[in-house]
Each structure stands twice: as C-alpha cells, then as structure tokens.
C-alpha cells in the first residue's frame, strides 16, 4: 500500500467517525504515516515547516486521536 492510500485510508477512516479533516490534520497524518519520529515534539517542529499555524496541542491531540483509533502506537510513533 502507497504512502497515499495509507493516507486515504486513515481520512476515510477519521470522516467515518464524524472528524473534519483540516489542512493542519491532513498535514500531521501525512508527516506520521510517511516518516519515524521518536516524539510529538519532532513531529511539531516538521508541520511547522509546512504550515505555521499548526499548534503543539493539534499535534498532541492528532497523535492520540490516531492512537485511540490503533492506527499508530504512541510509543513507536509507527505506520498504518
């Protein structure tokens, strides 16, 4: 599975649950799905290069969202 269809699949996934998917969620998804970080901090500073609105608390609460969903484990910061 593509980069992009992993993508795909984790928004499908977010809409089928009632979220909106933002720029900023879009962006944070993305940056998980196609690269390791070993903290939310990491992560942060990498969505900030893209797009500087994106806050610290977003990147927390993407992560545990994505987390409580079971697409990602925050202690590997993994994939799909």
Do not use: P, W
């Amino acid at each position: 599975m593509s980069q992009e269809e992993k993508t795909t699949a984790v928004i499908r996934q977010l809409k089928g649950n009632g979220y909106r998917i933002t720029e900023q969620r879009r962006l944070l998804i993305q940056l998980i799905l196609e690269n390791e970080y070993s903290s939310c901090k990491e992560i942060y500073f990498a969505a900030r290069e893209e797009n500087h609105n994106v806050g610290l608390a977003t990147v927390y609460r993407m992560v545990q969202l994505l987390e409580d969903m079971e697409l990602i484990h925050k202690e590997m910061v993994v994939r799909l």
